[in-house]
Nanobody, 120 residues
């Protein structure tokens, strides 16, 4: 069974940095687009950043210039480097990826979520 496993997260002071990582576990064929989303209580899950297999990126306006998404295709891993963190970045961060379990069969998966808290 394929799962997306996230790591990173925790408590960081305003202005600090943090890196999140996410990779699939289980048997897979390939991974296409990957991304990060975040959600606060009572609100919808919002896009933070996405990256295609070829490396094209897209960011929410609120994180442009502060967050960087990247990936290692050899490891099927996506990273989110967060800098100049603000209290309003506090949220549960979810990894998302389009994973092919065979050449023609793909599904979109979500990670379990990791809490990021920005507070002094």
């Amino acid at each position: 069974q394929v799962q997306l496993v996230e790591s990173g997260g925790g408590l960081v002071q305003p202005g600090g940095s943090m890196r999140l990582s996410c990779a699939p576990s289980g048997s897979i064929f390939s991974v296409n687009g990957m991304g990060w989303y975040r959600q606060t209580p009572g609100n919808q899950r919002d896009l933070v950043a996405t990256i295609t297999r070829s490396g094209s990126t897209n960011y929410a306006d609120s994180v442009k210039g502060r967050f960087t998404i990247s990936r290692d295709n050899a490891k099927n891993t996506v990273y989110l480097q967060m800098s100049s963190l603000k209290p309003e970045d506090t949220a549960v961060y979810f990894c998302n990826a389009e994973i092919y379990v065979s050449r023609f069969t793909g599904f979109r998966y979500w990670g379990q979520g990791t809490q990021v808290t920005v507070s002094s």
